[in-house]
C-alpha cells in the first residue's frame, strides 16, 4: 500500500503511522514553573542527538484548547528539564502522568512518585527512574502544522548532568537494560520493554566483500 499523510488515504481501520518508526523512546520529563511547581509528563517524540555535549529533543503537541503544553511553557520560562527513564517497573506511573491536571499542580506527587533533588537544575528527578539527565534549553524549533493546533514545538536541550543508579549496573560497569527494562512506545496503544538483547560487532570491509561474491 502507498498512501500521502496530506489525504491521509491510508484505507487501514486504525492511522498506522506512529506504528511505522518503533520502538520509540520515552522521554519523562520533569520541569517546575516560575513557582517552583513540578510537571512531570511522558513524550515518546524524543530522542539523543549528539554526545559532547550530548543534546536530547523532544516534540510537542498542543492541548485540546491550543494550548501549549506545561512542559514547553515551564521550560521556557525556567531554561531546565529533566529526562528520566521510564521503565516496566513506573509503566503505570508514566502513564497517570500524562493526565491533564490544572496548571500548578504537582503532577509528580498527583503519580504518586517521589521527587530526588538534581545537581544542577531545579527540576527534581523521579525517584525510581534508574537515569536521569539534567537539561539545560538549547533551542525550540516550531513546525508548523496542518492546522494551527497541529503545530509542534521540538524543544531541544543540552545534557550537562547524568545520573545513573548504581544498581543499574552489571558487575562490568555497563548499563544493565536487560534487568531495568526501559519500556518504549510503539503504534496504536501498544508499548515495548527492552528484554532482549543482540549485539554485532562493526561489519568489517572485508565481510562485505565476501557478502557481494556470494
Ligand atoms: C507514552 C506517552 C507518550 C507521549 N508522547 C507525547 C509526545 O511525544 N508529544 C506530545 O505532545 N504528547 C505526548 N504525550 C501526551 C502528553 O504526555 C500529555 O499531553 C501530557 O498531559 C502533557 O503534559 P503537560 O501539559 O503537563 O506538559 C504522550 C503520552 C504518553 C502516555
Redesign the pocket.
Known amino acids: 500500500m502507498y498512501y500521502e499523510p496530506r489525504n491521509n488515504d491510508h484505507g487501514l481501520p486504525f492511522n498506522p503511522l506512529k506504528a511505522c518508526v518503533v520502538p520509540?523512546p520515552?522521554?519523562w520529563?520533569s520541569?517546575v514553573d516560575a513557582d517552583g511547581a513540578v510537571?512531570?509528563?511522558?513524550?515518546?517524540?524524543?530522542n539523543m542527538l549528539s554526545y559532547n555535549p550530548p543534546y536530547v529533543l523532544?516534540?510537542?503537541?498542543?492541548?485540546q484548547d491550543s494550548?501549549?503544553?506545561?512542559?514547553?511553557?515551564?521550560i521556557e520560562q525556567t531554561g531546565e528539564f529533566v529526562y528520566n527513564m521510564?521503565t516496566w517497573d513506573q509503566r503505570q506511573a508514566?502513564?497517570l502522568?500524562?493526565?491533564?491536571?490544572e496548571?500548578g499542580v504537582d503532577?509528580l506527587a498527583a503519580a504518586g512518585l517521589e521527587p530526588l533533588p538534581s545537581s544542577l537544575v531545579r527540576p527534581p528527578r523521579v525517584k525510581g527512574a534508574p537515569v536521569h539527565f539534567e537539561c539545560r534549553h538549547y533551542q525550540t524549533l516550531d513546525l508548523p502544522g496542518r492546522t494551527p493546533r497541529a503545530a509542534?514545538k521540538v524543544v531541544i536541550g543540552e545534557v550537562v548532568g547524568v545520573h545513573i543508579d548504581d544498581g543499574a549496573l552489571t558487575a562490568d560497569g555497563l548499563l544493565d537494560v536487560a534487568r531495568i527494562r526501559p519500556i518504549g512506545?510503539l503504534g496504536y496503544m501498544d508499548?515495548v520493554s527492552v528484554e532482549e538483547l543482540f549485539s554485532m560487532e562493526k561489519a568489517t570491509p572485508e565481510e562485505q566483500i565476501g557478502q557481494a561474491a556470494e
Open positions: 520509540r520515552i522521554g520529563i520541569t510537571n512531570l509528563a511522558p513524550f515518546s517524540f524524543f523532544f516534540s510537542s503537541g498542543m492541548h494550548a501549549h503544553k506545561d512542559t514547553v511553557q515551564n521510564a508514566m502513564n502522568s500524562a493526565l491533564i491536571v496548571r503532577e509542534h512506545r508499548y
